[in-house]
């Protein structure tokens, strides 16, 4: 099996940190190098409501409604034609380009996914993030972002994990049942980030890409089972399957790096250290490439089409929250395209320092998904209601 040496910095940086150790070490070939490896080969689920600091499920029969909400088979075929369709593009794309895919990614669709997650999560776990809870959760976050763009590495790790497990505290503040057996996982989860931080953010930066599957999987508790079992099969192909075949070289024989940035040989170099753990070999680092391309790919279109196509209702109930009343609708879309704008604007003069600029604020919706996590691991999380729903939820606050 032939290879060719690949972009690789000594010393890895985690995706979601803007600190770029190693950007600046000469690279092993050229940004431009190709390496072609050849290998051989149900049940209605349950509405619920919150109340103080407990979870209780409402099942439609209890609330005299149909929690279902019908999706037009039509929309339905569409759906479908459009995710086949994709998939296709971001395989060729994942399997031939996914330095490229990693490099302009964040710059075409960064922004606007990171406002489109934003609006669905603050909507539909209004419930959860409220009052001196809501106001913690955002000092927090603002905290991490300002740690990103001023503080050194070194110690700006050090802070952003421990906002992280403020952070998840928070969430663990919302659940009732199973609270010390969550506690102990996240003081587990802790110490390891705290023992392998450079190996911890690489391992965020591809759980990031896969969080979707999880916030699909509840958001489809209460759809009709065709769509549930559609979507939450679509899901797990798209962020699962097909990352870790690419992963265990189930594709080798049509994989290449692609060309990433010309000329920035220090900037490509971050890149790749941001995703590949330094000193993997070059088959290895071209796999995991493409993994996490496929997978950020997917990442984005469910955040920028998918969820804002069938989830009006989280949409109308963000435009109901503190921070939904001052940026919605057309404002919402302005933030995006403004925020876009700027960091594509530092990147074309200096890539290294755009990338910085938009893994500092999008920093904001990778953390804001942990204390939403939390309860959605331990216990079903109370959400607003789609239509076709019952109401109890609102009448339960």
Do not use: K
Request: charged share 10%; with cysteine; net charge positive.
């Amino acid at each position: 099996m032939a290879t060719t040496v690949l972009p690789v910095a000594p010393s890895p940086s985690g995706i979601i940190t803007n600190h770029n150790s190693g950007c600046d070490t000469a690279l092993a070939a050229t940004p431009t190098t190709v390496a072609q490896v050849h290998g051989t080969a149900s049940r209605a689920p349950s509405s619920t409501i919150h109340t103080g600091s407990s979870i209780t499920s409402v099942s439609a029969s209890a609330t005299g409604s149909d929690t279902s909400v019908a999706v037009p088979q039509r929309s339905a075929r569409v759906d479908g034609l459009v995710v086949a369709a994709f998939a296709g593009v971001a395989g060729a794309l994942a399997l031939r380009a996914p330095l490229d895919v990693v490099v302009v990614g964040i710059l075409a669709l960064g922004m606007p996914h990171v406002v489109f997650e934003v609006r669905h999560v603050l909507g539909r776990y209004a419930s959860l993030l409220r009052g001196p809870v809501l106001v913690l959760v955002n000092a927090v976050l603002v905290a991490i972002v300002l740690e990103r763009l001023l503080l050194p590495a070194v110690v700006g790790r050090r802070v952003e994990l421990a906002g992280a497990l403020v952070l998840l505290g928070l969430g663990l503040t919302r659940v009732a049942r199973h609270r010390i057996v969550v506690a102990v996982v996240l003081v587990a989860l802790g110490l390891l980030a705290v023992r392998f931080v450079d190996q911890w953010f690489l391992v965020v930066a591809h759980a990031h890409n896969v969080i979707p599957v999880l916030f699909l999987w509840e958001w489809t508790a209460t759809r009709p089972a065709r769509f549930r079992r559609s979507v939450r099969a679509g899901s797990i192909a798209l962020f699962v399957v097909v990352p870790l075949a690419l992963a265990l070289g189930a594709a080798d024989a049509w994989l290449s790096v692609g060309h990433g940035l010309p000329g920035g040989a220090a900037a490509n170099a971050g890149v790749v250290a941001s995703v590949v753990p330094a000193g993997s070999d070059p088959v290895w680092t071209v796999r995991l490439l493409a993994a996490f391309a496929f997978a950020q790919l997917a990442h984005y279109g469910v955040w920028c089409w998918f969820l804002p196509r069938h989830a009006p209702a989280e949409a109308t109930a963000f435009a109901r929250t503190p921070v939904g009343r001052v940026v919605t609708g057309r404002r919402l879309l302005l933030v995006a395209v403004a925020a876009s704008a700027t960091i594509a604007a530092v990147a074309l003069v200096d890539y290294v320092q755009g990338r910085a600029l938009y893994t500092s604020l999008a920093a904001y919706h990778a953390y804001l998904e942990l204390p939403v996590l939390v309860v959605l691991l331990a216990a079903r999380p109370p959400v607003v209601p789609t239509p076709g729903e019952t109401h109890a939820h609102h009448l339960a606050r």
